[in-house]
């Protein structure tokens, strides 16, 4: 590759996950890319990775770590390695996930030069399980191969089309801060908004290929995302309060907004009520494949928690609406 070439920044950050974190770091080494930093901070983990990562580093000068002696939370770690960051680009790397296309990052970049004003590029990602590593699904989506306008994309992402899964973006690190930067206050949205503000205002690039792994815990609950209802609610109306001032408007907006709305309602219903235990159990006992009765079951349960979802929402509304206007507790 010529020197002239962007740097890339990769932001990784690890707690505990000594487990994952030699796979995760190996398979960013092995990009057929070169010109990296991977900005590793490790927030006091207890179970021996920082012996693991002391060892590939020792070996490779693209790592630069650093150790917190106590944990101290996402957001101090996140903070660190921006602060040490000198690549154009960015990527966020999680400890538990990992890249599986070698040229990942080649084919990222050569699509960023093709397309100066884009805002990031993305791929699609397999999904395992945490505890099993078997294979759930395969995420992202796109409305077409290549560029996405900032219209189209903003457009699309309302109406469901669109989903850029965090661990397959590569952004612009300039234009991080036209969108306001990672928000603490968004909680494990940050990132989740970042990648969809910078589509909205600026497009983004989709590559229509897996690129990556996330491991997705079966319990769907993690350090960062386990909050209560409130907070979720205050969360996701500080998101959309933000969307709505980073992009463009279209005469079917409106609309467009009360149905995604509604989704996170549903979401959220899901998540929170007493009836995801009894899909979680489901699924224990009959495992990936459901006899009809219980496909029947979980068709039920699903409208009873989009129904509930609305009647959520519409209970909640004062929390949603306060974080829309920009008001904080």
């Known amino acids: 590759m010529p020197a002239l070439d962007p740097l890339i920044s990769v932001i990784f950050l690890n707690y505990n996950h000594g487990r994952f974190v030699g796979v995760a770091l190996r398979a960013l080494l092995a990009q057929t890319y ?50 040490r960051a000198r690549g154009d680009l960015l990527y966020w790397a999680a400890s538990d996930d990992y890249l599986t296309n070698d040229r990942f990052f080649e084919h990222a ?11 990031g590029c993305y791929g699609l990602s397999q999904v395992i ?22 219209k189209l994309f903003f457009k699309e992402f309302l109406r469901g089309n669109i989903f850029v899964p ?3 973006a590569v952004i612009r690190r300039e234009l991080l801060l036209e969108v306001g930067g990672y928000d603490a206050e968004l909680g494990p949205l940050a990132d989740f908004y970042v990648n969809n503000a910078l589509g909205s205002k600026y497009g983004l690039i989709f590559l229509n290929e897996v690129v990556g792994c996330a491991r997705i815990s079966d319990t769907n609950q993690t350090y960062s995302s386990n909050s209560d209802l409130q907070t979720a609610l205050r969360r996701w109306g500080r ?25 996170q309602a549903s979401q959220l219903a899901l998540r929170f009520s007493r009836v995801q235990r009894s899909v979680t159990r489901i699924k224990e006992i009959f495992g990936d494949i459901l006899p009809v009765t219980a496909q029947v079951w979980l068709t039920t349960i699903w ?19 306060r974080a829309r206007r920009g008001f904080r507790h």
């Open 303 to 321: 409208r009873h928690t989009a129904r509930k979802g609305l009647l959520i929402l519409t209970a909640m509304t004062p929390a949603y609406r």
């Open 129 to 150: 399980s945490f505890e099993t590593d078997q294979n759930q699904e395969t995420r992202g989506k796109g409305v077409t191969h290549g560029f996405i306008e900032p």
């Open 166 to 168: 965090g661990n397959t």
């Open 34 to 83: 070169r010109d990296l930093e991977i900005l590793f901070v490790d927030d006091g983990s207890t179970d021996g990775s920082r012996k693991i990562v002391e060892q590939i580093a020792s070996t490779e000068r693209r790592i630069r770590p650093v150790y917190f002696d106590q944990n101290q939370g996402i957001w101090a770690g996140l903070s660190d390695a921006l602060s």
């Open 239 to 263: 998101f959309e309060k933000k969307m709505r001032a980073m992009a463009c408007s279209y005469d079917e907006q409106e609309e467009d907004w009360k149905k995604w709305q509604h989704e």
């Open 109 to 119: 970049v050569f699509a960023l030069k093709e397309n100066p004003s884009a805002g």
